[in-house]
């Protein structure tokens, strides 16, 4: 197995995306463990550098975005 060090997003279609946001935002929600919300928040504020928007704007964009499909 090869070694890593990061992982690119840039495959992930906007629904798989979004599933992971909310699972990760679910999972702090049940656990509490501050883990899953960093590792969240971590995704979402690159994205959104990335993008340019905010993170309202960006998480309204894929809710939105998904809701067309």
């Known amino acids: 197995m090869e070694r890593f060090?990061?992982?690119?997003l840039?495959?992930?279609?906007?629904?798989?995306?979004l599933v992971?946001?909310?699972?990760?935002?679910?999972?702090?929600?049940?656990?509490?463990?501050?883990?899953?919300?960093n590792l969240r928040n971590n995704i979402?504020?690159?994205?959104c550098f990335l993008a340019e928007v905010s993170e309202e704007e960006?998480?309204?964009y894929i809710e939105s975005y998904i809701e067309k499909l």
């Not at 992971?20 to 919300?37: G, M, P, R, W």
């Not at 979402?44 to 994205?47: A, K, Q, R, T």
């Open 5 to 8: 060090d990061s992982v690119s």
């Open 10 to 17: 840039d495959s992930l279609s906007v629904q798989d995306l």
């Open 20 to 37: 992971i946001i909310k699972a990760l935002e679910y999972t702090h929600e049940h656990t509490q463990l501050d883990v899953f919300k």
């Open 44 to 47: 979402v504020n690159e994205l």
């Open 58 to 60: 960006f998480i309204e």
